[in-house]
């Protein structure tokens, strides 16, 4: 990426304090459609591997990286790993289930001749008796009687239906670290080799998985940040200890809704996001956001509310799946939900504060990124301009809310990219330079994004492009 590449301009009124993240699929396979998308206000892409093949989705990014060329505005690519799905396995037939019913599953059973429903994944390696094992996206609920001879028996809790190759949930299965799939390493090696920012891994439950993947990305050679989808019971036991490992979070509430139980959902966006903003890690809030413009151009009052809602709270991200992946209107969500956004930040009627916050010991960077916002504010400054290498530093003062625009200048395009995502950040890429800050806000002054009087405060290091030495704070004013 060229320095031209990341030069956009806008006035600050029209900031998106919450980045818009929008999943690609056969409703937006093309490059017109992309363009569009981030045009609209997508700000990061999600490629779901659970679908699709490595030569589309290199077609994809190729689509991806050239609209935001274009476009002038860096985007972030995520690639969202398929993780240990279970699913259940091939049959023509609809199985109708009862109350009180034992069934049998078994790794490539056949259902025609021997009456045991197949599975795609061998369950006796992991569960035990007295589990919970759902089908079907939760629609069927069951609990496992006895694991023999390579057969799982479980006693049916509900009337239902089941379906070839429908999901199924173990609420209570430990995976014990085994959630990097082979299927996920193929698609990881792939994803070494081309333009990613972030990797979102499923079914975590314990920090052990986070440092396991690092590796992996390590000894592949990338530089990809992990993205930590949060939808198991192990993982919201353990989830302070995940959020200190990840680098960002995502409450994925479709497969949490189902894991844990629907009632606990808001609860643990709310705890998810409380230590995001505690520990520096952006979260994304997603699934069912406007599912209604899956299919409907309008969206539901109550999804209006919980995309203002996720505003509110502070969440760096709201996510769009199927509604940009399949639905009908995939580009007016796009603008529904920038709509939301704008509304619900410029009419911030909550000062929420959460528990766990603490000023106690403030780390150096911290303390620095306090000591700005408070300054900026003391002073009624109209933004924050910061140079940042691998994007610390933006990391942290976003983190720490500061209410007003957040600008980062960086000489890496990997950067830009990745902080596309983060909360009221918007970035910029120039040649490492000690003049890198002020160049860019004289660029944007004279693109009108900044006025005559207005007050910007700058952030910089002694040694530009040099890794944790932001040591120096300047204030600027227009003439």
């Known amino acids: 990426m060229t320095t031209s590449t990341s030069e956009r301009s806008a006035p600050l009124s029209r900031f998106k304090r919450t980045k818009i993240i929008a999943t690609l699929g056969p409703a937006t396979d093309s490059y017109d459609a992309i363009r569009l998308l981030i045009s609209d206000g997508a700000d990061g892409i999600r490629l779901n591997f659970s679908h699709g093949s490595h030569e589309e989705r290199t077609k994809q990014i190729k689509w991806i990286r050239r609209a935001s060329k274009e476009l002038k505005k860096p985007v972030a690519i995520i690639q969202d790993l398929q993780g240990p799905k279970i699913r259940l396995g091939e049959f023509d037939d609809i199985i109708p289930v009862q109350t009180g019913q034992t069934l049998r599953l078994a790794y490539n059973a056949n259902w025609v001749e021997d009456g045991i429903i197949p599975t795609q994944y061998d369950l006796t390696k992991k569960v035990k008796r007295g589990e919970r094992l759902y089908m079907f996206d939760g629609r069927v609920r069951t609990k496992i009687t006895n694991v023999r001879d390579g057969i799982v028996y479980v006693e049916v809790q509900n009337d239902g239906v089941l379906l070839k190759r429908k999901g199924i949930n173990l609420p209570d299965t430990d995976f014990a670290g085994d959630v990097i799939t082979e299927k996920d390493k193929a698609d990881l090696a792939y994803g070494s080799t081309q333009d990613i920012d972030y990797v979102a891994m499923s079914f975590i439950q314990t920090a052990t998985d986070i440092e396991n993947m690092r590796k992996t990305i390590k000894n592949l050679g990338g530089d990809r940040k992990i993205i930590a989808k949060l939808e198991t019971k192990l993982a919201i036991d353990n989830l302070e200890e995940i959020m ?196 860019l806000t004289d660029f944007l002054r004279q693109n009108q994004v900044f006025e005559k009087g207005d007050v910007v405060v700058m952030v910089s290091g002694q040694h530009p492009g040099v890794v944790g030495t932001t040591d120096t704070i300047k204030v600027r004013q227009f003439e």
């Open 244 to 439: 200190q490992a990840t680098d960002l979070a995502m409450v994925a509430r479709g497969d949490m809704a189902v894991e844990v139980s629907p009632e606990v959902v808001p609860v643990a966006q709310r705890r998810i996001i409380s230590f995001g903003l505690q520990y520096g890690k952006p979260t994304i809030v997603a699934t069912q956001m406007l599912a209604s413009m899956t299919e409907t151009p309008e969206p539901s009052r109550a999804e209006v509310s919980d995309v203002a809602t996720a505003v509110y709270l502070g969440a760096d991200c709201v996510m769009l799946s199927d509604e940009t992946a399949m639905g009908k209107y995939p580009h007016h969500a796009v603008r529904m939900m920038k709509r939301i956004i704008m509304y619900a930040q410029s009419h911030d009627i909550l000062d929420v504060t959460f528990k766990g916050q603490s000023d106690k010991h403030p780390s150096r960077q911290v303390a620095i990124s306090r000591g700005v916002i408070s300054l900026s504010h003391s002073i009624h400054a109209k933004a924050i301009v910061a140079e940042t290498k691998t994007g610390a530093t933006v990391y942290t003062i976003a983190s720490e809310r500061p209410g007003m625009p957040l600008i980062a200048v960086t000489d890496s395009a990997r950067t830009a990219q990745q902080l596309a995502i983060v909360y009221d950040v918007g970035s910029y890429v120039r040649p490492v330079s000690k003049s890198a800050a002020h160049e």
